[in-house]
């Protein structure tokens, strides 16, 4: 499963916009990429799935350049309760166990 | 939107005890697995299950820790002999195939070994 990098954390501020990228260069073909949302004391929550270009949900937007070597997950007009522990993963494929690898993820702190 | 649930949301125990810790995945679900997370660290992967046998475990799951789907709908994490080093959170998983969509972890179970 490829390794991932993401900044250990992040403020900002009601209202405003967040994007949270993560590197991934030993992606592979059949890889995809998906981020996931903890809150404390809780498991984490899927939020978004890719494997390239821009995939967009209710809670956010996805983008993954064509090389795929990294993706930004874009949160819009983050509130108070967006504060919480962002992980990116790679992985997946047919042939996999559905095993997930967190990093340490991305703490974002959002402030009034 | 449909869950996992897990019980108990804390147990203790005394060191050298056996503990079972409980999840019902969703319904159309046929991947499990099991993770569990010490206080302030990542995220861990313990186990996947699928078709009734493991498919994968990590060096964490030693032969103290086994994993029963002992009715069709329950899917159990039994720790035989607990150690201090035990306690942290335990969260059941479920997906309808292995790549990661629809992947959905229930709340936990926190499991304080004294």
């Known amino acids: 499963l490829a390794k991932t990098t993401q900044p250990i954390s992040m403020d900002s501020y009601e209202g405003q916009e967040v994007n949270i990228t993560c590197s991934h260069n030993n992606i592979a073909t059949n890889d995809y990429i998906t981020w996931y949302q903890q809150f404390p004391s809780q498991g984490p929550r899927f939020i978004i799935q890719g494997y390239k270009t821009k995939v967009t949900n209710e809670v956010a937007s996805l983008f993954i350049p064509a090389d795929r070597k990294s993706s930004t997950l874009s949160l819009p007009r983050v509130s108070l309760s967006d504060t919480a522990v962002y992980y990116c993963?790679?992985?997946?494929?047919?042939?996999?166990?559905?095993?997930?690898?967190f990093g340490q993820g991305t703490t974002l702190q959002v402030k009034p | 939107e449909p869950e996992v649930t897990q019980t108990p949301s804390h147990q203790v125990t005394q060191m050298g005890q056996e503990v079972i810790l409980r999840c019902v995945p969703i319904?159309?679900?046929?991947?499990f697995y099991w993770y569990r997370q010490i206080l302030g660290q990542k995220v861990e992967f313990l186990v996947s299950f699928y078709n009734n046998e493991i498919s994968e475990k990590s060096e964490i799951f030693d032969d103290q820790f086994s994993v029963e789907r002992p009715d069709g709908s329950n899917f159990t994490l039994k720790i035989r002999s607990t150690k201090l080093e035990d306690s942290a959170m335990y969260f059941c998983a479920s997906s309808e195939g292995p790549g990661g969509y629809g992947y959905t972890f229930g709340s936990g179970t926190r499991l304080t070994v004294v």
């Open positions: 993963l790679v992985g997946g494929g047919r042939s996999n166990t559905g095993k997930l690898i």
């Open positions: 319904s159309n679900h046929l991947y």
